[in-house]
């Protein structure tokens, strides 16, 4: 007997995930190059190449480079594959698309957090983003406390979720009525998720978390794999299920904390990058670093298509993914009761 | 595959909460054997398997695997040894059937352990043996109930187990699937010695593919041994509240229960 239709059904399943990889990759490379070449003072791709190397560059090359462009556009990749990340582990754990975590008051918690921090409290920026992390674990461990009764079960912790992220968003709204104006103004901004004026401050305390975050995720890969298939089959191969659980929770809020308390909640990059990435994959298999890299092309792009894209005034990127993802979130809304698929 | 390892029951209680559905059971399942578990709904048959293979903690007792605390044992250990498919397992969207099947392999592949040929070869003779290779690049969601469930049995094959334990293989599938998928797991039995449990719903085609049949009521044993020693008229009217007579099964010899019901029954009324 031979096994080389199971080995040749392997290999396609792996290249497809492999190509789509590299595609997507290319796309954040070239849609990265854009961002730093493309703006009121354009700038060649071998001049960026140039000021990146550290070699000599016509005069404002660097600062504009280095200090305007750069850091912004590093913010939207990690911001990016952080939100594609956490939303792939969130959906593909509880097997709910809707169960990502700006529909069930992650984002949210940690906006309020933020909004707290940066509004009333007036402290610094990385103070800030450690309180939006932490009001992204304190808001995930009351919805799952919320929603636990004998297991997780998919909907419950939608709805539940879908409550406290209503909860949270008056919470959010009462702050910044006791905010002072311009606070409160540049709060607002935040709270759609924009990345105007990200600076080095954002970048460092991001790309820390994100050398730890990321191959977590990865090496948890295999977990997910497991846990698709259901708590007794996963536990009869022998896997943890409520450690590797756990620690797949503790990542994905991590994630979507870390993203949103740099970014902001950027609306809808969690919720839509898996199930795009689950689309063009076109297998069962988890997409936990496909779904990373769409979230990278969708800010990167949503960015780049608010500040130069729609008329005189930029908009910030949370406008524009806004824009596509609210009909979509409608759609599985209107449509999971009657597949059935809810959970 | 290993030789398969003893599994024992010893003052065995399971349950959910505060509810307390099998209550004290002692049994040793027969090594190399297959065993079939009978019983009416809801008597507590899955929450004894589950017990079984170590998904659910007991809440008194122990399940013995090789003579060990199945619960103390690492889990991956014990995947190595015994392997279970649950009661109507969901697939995830889109997943293909060869990658249904490799996930069986988990136990043997570990942190640092890539995929081998051995793993392929694993899922091809998994494929084979349930008659499934030729659908291995199709999507289980386009499969029929039949071809599905013997995907399913192919995962639970690709783990290579000594023990093998299967809550209602046969359900949701006609007569002829049916008797396919019990034939396969005699296969199984026969031609690797592995032990075989399993949940059956069917107490005809129990009683026939039984080395051994367990008859459950309310969380207790009622009565276990050779098919043909147990399935007497007066233990399936105890247990399942019917009337019956048992006839020799015309093909297999092994006891076949007639209902007799309260219309069309002739004058075993
Ligand atoms: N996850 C669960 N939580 C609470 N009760 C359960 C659960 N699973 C089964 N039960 C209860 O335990 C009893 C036995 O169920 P089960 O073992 O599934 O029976 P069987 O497989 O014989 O039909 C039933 O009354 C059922 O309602
Ligand atoms: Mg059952």
Redesign the pocket.
Known sequence: MTASPVVAERRRETRRVRVVSLILLALVVALFALSLSYGSFQISLPDIVRSLLGQPTPPQVDYIVHTLRLPRAVVAVLVGLAFGLAGAIFQQLVRNPLASPDVIGVTAGASSAAVLAIAILSVSSLTASAMALGGALLTSALVYVLSWR?GVGGYRLVLVGIGVGAALASVTSFLLTRADVRTAQDSLIWLVGSLNGRTWDQVKPLSVAMLILVPAALILRRAVAGLQLGDDVAKGLGMNVERNRLALLVVGVCLAGVATAAAGPVAFVAFMSSPIAVRLIGTGRPTLLPAGLIGAVVVLAADFIGAHLVGGTPYPAGVITGVVGAPYLLWLLATANRTGRGG | MPAPSTLQAEGLSLG??D?R?VTDLTLEIPRGKVTVIV?P????????LRGLARLLPPSAGAVLLDGKSIHAAPSREVALKLGILP?GPIAPDGITVTDLVSRGRHPHQGMFRRWTADDDNAVAAALSATGTLELAARGVDELSGGQRQRVWIAMALAQRTGILLLDEPTTYLDVTHQVEVLDLLVDLNEAEGATVVM?LHELNLAARYADHLIV?KSGAVVTAGEPSAVLTESVVEEVFSMRCRVVPDPVSRTPMIVPIGRHRSGDAR
């Open positions: 004998q | 959910y909460g509810r559905v019983g709904n809801a008597c507590g048959k899955s929450t004894f009661q949940v459950m």
